[in-house]
């Protein structure tokens, strides 16, 4: 394979920054002139709704790295070309436009962007030019990290092991993109043109600016900074909504404004002091290669059960089974803890960890609808959707997946709200409504005393819903519903309640 190139293209993609990237590294290693393009591809955006925060947070993070490549190349003229068609036949197109033989990209694991890639891979061959594909998006690649006998993990905790004795006692090496100024190159003038602003897409703007949230690797810098500090509170922080625990890194992971490699460094750093928190914190970062290899490896987790079996069960259907679906979509199910992490998500595109668990299982086993209605929402609204941990978090609820919990383990939603939300702060700030509440009966107002509920202005069934299910009698079909599992898999024991 050819090592030298006289002009090659790095095609952006979810590696929205110039800092320790590895595709635009590798071109400015290898070729004498360096273009580099991102295109907003209609295959993709053409069936989003016409408001949605992840396009404004990359319409922001392509602006910014205009601004960054500029810096590299010490020049204020236009150096990213912006492309608004389709990917698959623009980057074949524009790299004969461009003369360039090679393009670098960073390797995306998702089967629609494989797909992608293999075709656009075989035109350029056909012109007798290479598409070079580099690591850049996670520590890992999924036949890195193997068994003994050499296949991949499907239990986390053996992975995680073995993932850390991989990266040894060193930091995990960056790649430098130093020599930008010699090699990076201006767009010719053809291709110059303004970068798009969000109504040139056809897009309208979300109240992305209003939470705070910008696009770009500074602010994905200034968010990973303010989490610098608290770090060693992750383990016990993390799982309460209402207090500021987690990193909220995940947009900026999922559009790589950040570099995985660095937070990796930085958290390896603290946890060689001793830090419980990174530890954690190091621990997710993992979970996240490890459900990259494991859509990488087992491919048909994207539409089935990791575990065959589970195809089997019988969800709901019918009208019935949509009216739930759409009451839990629009956080109406009368459960407050479900209801105010849904109206998160649809504020803020974001949900915390926790409620992602407790919200996801509501649907799976109270509502007994099919996790795949679920995780096709979250990937409508997450700001941080990436098919492979919102697909391994949905399997888990549904106990089809890898390392899944048991399909007997069934949050109580009450309980759950009890002990993270004790005192109701987070349904407080999503549902105030029911902010008149004591700390008692806010987690299930529909038993609260008639009193409490007219004093705090609360009438159930009316400016709050009443339950749609009743949590014992749904426990009761769940545990049906996955019955037939029992002797195939063997893991029933005694139901279990959390
Ligand atoms: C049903 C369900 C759906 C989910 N969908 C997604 C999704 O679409 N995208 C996504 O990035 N995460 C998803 N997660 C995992 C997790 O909830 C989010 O990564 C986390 O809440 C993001 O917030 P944060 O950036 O503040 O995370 P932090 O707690 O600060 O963690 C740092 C990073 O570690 C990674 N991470 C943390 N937990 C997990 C996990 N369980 N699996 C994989 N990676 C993890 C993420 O990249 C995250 O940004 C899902 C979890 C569940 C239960």
């Known amino acids: 394979m050819q090592s030298h190139f006289s002009t090659g293209l790095v095609w952006f993609r979810r590696d929205l920054r110039t800092d320790d990237n590895a595709a635009l590294s590798r071109a400015l290693a290898c070729c004498d002139t360096v273009y580099c393009v991102f295109v907003y591809d209609k295959a993709i955006l053409d069936k989003l709704p016409r408001q949605d925060r992840r396009v404004e947070f990359i319409q922001e993070s392509v602006t910014a790295l205009e601004s960054s490549l500029q810096a590299l190349r010490g020049h204020a003229s236009r150096t990213l070309i912006t492309l608004h068609d389709v990917a698959q036949s623009a980057i074949p197109e524009l790299s004969k436009q461009l ?22 891979q075989q035109q350029l061959l056909a012109e007798g030019k290479q598409l070079v594909l580099v ?100 383990s016990e922080a993390r799982n309460f909504p209402s207090v500021k625990g987690p990193s909220y890194l995940g947009v900026h992971l999922r559009f790589g404004t950040v570099s995985i490699r660095k937070l990796v460094n930085l958290a390896l750093q603290r946890v060689r002091t001793g830090s419980e928190g990174a530890s954690v914190w190091l621990a997710e970062l993992a979970w996240r290669d490890f459900y990259f290899q494991i859509l990488a490896n087992f491919p048909h987790v994207a539409t089935q059960a990791f575990k065959p079996e589970y195809d089997a069960i019988a969800w709901e259907q019918g009208e019935e089974a949509e009216a739930l679906f759409e009451a839990w979509c629009e956080g109406k199910t ?112 529909w038993l609260a005393k008639p009193m409490e509920l007219a004093a705090a202005g609360v009438q159930i069934g009316s ?36």
């Open 334 to 445: 009368g459960y407050p803890i479900v209801d105010a992490a849904m109206a998160q998500l649809n504020q803020t595109g974001y949900m915390h960890n926790r409620l992602r668990m407790v919200a996801g299982s509501f649907l799976v086993k109270h509502l007994g609808l099919d996790w795949r209605w679920g995780e096709k929402y979250f990937a409508l609204k997450l700001n941080d959707f990436d098919l492979s941990a919102n697909n391994g978090g949905w399997q888990w609820v549904a106990s089809s997946g890898c390392d899944a919990q048991p399909y007997f383990r069934i949050f109580n939603p009450v309980t759950q709200s009890e002990k993270f939300d004790g005192q109701g702060k987070f349904i407080k700030r999503y549902l105030p409504q029911l902010a008149g509440l004591s700390d008692k009966a806010i987690h299930a107002p």
């Open 99 to 120: 003369q360039a033989s090679a393009v670098f990209a960073a390797r995306d694991y998702e089967p629609a962007a494989v797909t992608r890639d293999t075709a656009v």
């Open 135 to 234: 690591k850049d998006q996670v520590i890992f690649e999924e036949r890195e990290v193997l068994t003994q006998t050499g296949k991949p993990y499907g239990v986390f905790t053996p992975y995680h092991r073995a993932w850390l004795a991989r990266i040894g006692m060193e930091l995990v090496p960056g790649h430098d993109v130093g020599r930008g100024n010699a090699v990076l190159s201006v767009a010719p003038d053809a291709l110059a043109q303004p970068l798009p602003s969000l109504a040139d897409l056809g897009f309208e703007a979300t109240n992305l600016r209003a939470l705070g949230m910008h696009g770009g690797s500074a602010a994905g810098e200034a968010m990973l900074q303010d989490f610098v500090g608290r770090m060693d509170r992750y």
């Open 463 to 498: 400016n709050y819903p009443s339950p749609v299910v009743d949590h014992a009698k749904a426990r009761a079909r769940t545990l049906a519903r996955y019955g037939f599992l029992k002797k195939s898999t063997d893991q029933a024991g005694t139901a279990t309640e959390q």
